[in-house]
């Protein structure tokens, strides 16, 4: 395992993770008194559960960039915002973090209870190596912003959460971080310190900063964050645009256990990474993740449908769910992905449609039971002198002027009268 923090960066990379885990040991027999310590001295403990808080995650965040992280509760988010600024260490697996990186993880963290409002900001400044010279000329501006005026010499320990994360915001946003990360802090406070709250975030990104921020708000996370990851029981089960993750989470959050659902459909690599662009007679991946009933699907069918940028219905097939004997995602045996693969893809240049649809046999035809699109780009290589829908594999064959005059005698005829 290698960690860099503060290193010279390495390209434009800010963040990344290689097969991170975390594994945490969980003992369920309690101590309550003397006797029962005491015991312990000669009766240690057993070894306790094995809970994994996080398995096998890798991505990596370009600097300048924000990502959003999204998972239900016990998912894994906050974990990883610690192992990230190294509050804890991973069990496996290799972090790198290039740049200056400042937290908030939880309200009141690094600040000291009986210490003035005054005194904290101070101690935070020292604790990321500024000088008191170099924090007080920033000072001013972070009691100003955090709006504790009349507050700031008051021990902390009698502040409100509002209060507490109001001055814990200041200080971080005024510290000029490179990477920046943020566990949901927002939440707590009034309207219009949060609005205050996130167009600094905004300022700072377009400064360059990078940021990571966990919120339960997809609708926050589309409109704050250039990309987003997705967790499920510690493990990373989605990670691209952040249009796409986010409307996985919706409708993972949606399904109810039992029903069929597509989570989420995208045009992927080899290698299962999401690609906009897919030129023309390469290969189309096309990945479907899918939430069907413990019976696996019965006479569910799955049909993947092609369509160019006018409409156009340019293909389509189906299967029975039943038959897709596709692995399971994470722990949760109803979630299964799909993946279909369109060879040496025949399309023109296009904004092309890919559309999935969960059908169920009805009485008079197929009902929908699901359906979700997206899209991909077919980009060149294309000739000028190629035209129409689809691009075939095709050849010109010419044969000599002479071959051609012998193979029609009566043309020639025609030329010498």
Request: glycine share 10%; aromatic share 6%; net charge negative.
């Amino acid at each position: 395992m290698r960690r860099l923090g503060g290193a010279a960066p390495r390209g434009d990379i800010a963040v990344e993770l290689r097969g991170v885990s975390r594994r945490f040991r969980l003992h369920h027999e309690t101590r309550t008194s003397f006797q029962d310590w005491f015991i312990g001295l000669v009766r240690p403990r057993g070894k306790g559960e094995e809970f994994w808080a996080l398995r096998d995650i890798s991505f990596s965040l370009r600097r300048g960039e924000s990502l959003g992280i999204l998972g239900r509760n016990g998912a894994g988010k906050s974990t990883l915002l610690k192992l990230i600024t190294r509050v804890l260490e991973p069990t496996s697996g290799e972090i790198i973090v290039n740049g200056r990186t400042l937290a908030m993880l939880e309200l009141g963290a690094g600040f000291h209870p009986e210490l003035s409002g005054r005194d904290n900001v101070y101690l935070n400044g020292s604790i990321y190596g500024y000088s008191r010279r170099q924090m007080a000329e920033k000072f001013d501006r972070i009691v100003a912003f955090a709006e504790l005026e009349r507050f700031i010499d008051t021990p902390v320990k009698h502040y409100s959460l509002g209060m507490f994360m109001r001055l814990g915001f200041s200080i971080a946003v005024h510290l000029d971080p490179d990477i920046l990360v943020i566990d949901e802090v927002l939440s707590v406070g009034d309207a219009a310190f949060q609005r205050k709250g996130y167009q600094a975030l905004r300022d700072l990104k377009a400064n360059g900063t990078t940021i990571l921020f966990v919120s339960h708000w997809p609708e926050l996370v589309r409109e704050f964050c250039d990309r987003a990851i997705l967790l499920q029981e510690g493990r990373l089960i989605d990670n691209g645009p952040v249009d796409a993750v986010a409307a996985h989470y919706e409708r993972m959050l949606q399904a109810q256990p039992g029903e069929a659902a597509i989570l989420r459909v995208r045009a992927v690599d080899a290698a299962g990474r999401v690609v906009e662009a897919v030129p023309s007679g390469r290969d189309l991946r096309i990945e479907v993740l899918l939430r069907v009933p413990p019976s696996g699907g019965g006479d569910l069918l799955l049909a993947i449908d092609l369509y160019d940028r006018d409409g156009n219905h340019l293909f389509g097939s189906t299967g029975r769910l039943a038959d897709l004997g596709a692995p399971t995602v994470g722990e949760d045996p109803a979630t299964r992905r799909v993946c279909a693969v369109i060879h040496q893809l025949p399309v023109a240049p296009t904004t092309l449609t890919i559309a999935a649809t969960l059908q169920h046999p009805g009485a008079t035809g197929l009902d929908e039971v699901d359906r979700q699109d997206t899209e991909v780009e077919v980009i060149a290589p294309w000739s000028v002198r190629e035209r129409g829908l689809l691009r075939l594999d095709h050849a010109w064959e010419w044969e000599p002027a002479d071959a051609a005059a012998d193979a029609l005698p009566e043309l020639r005829v025609e030329a010498e009268r």
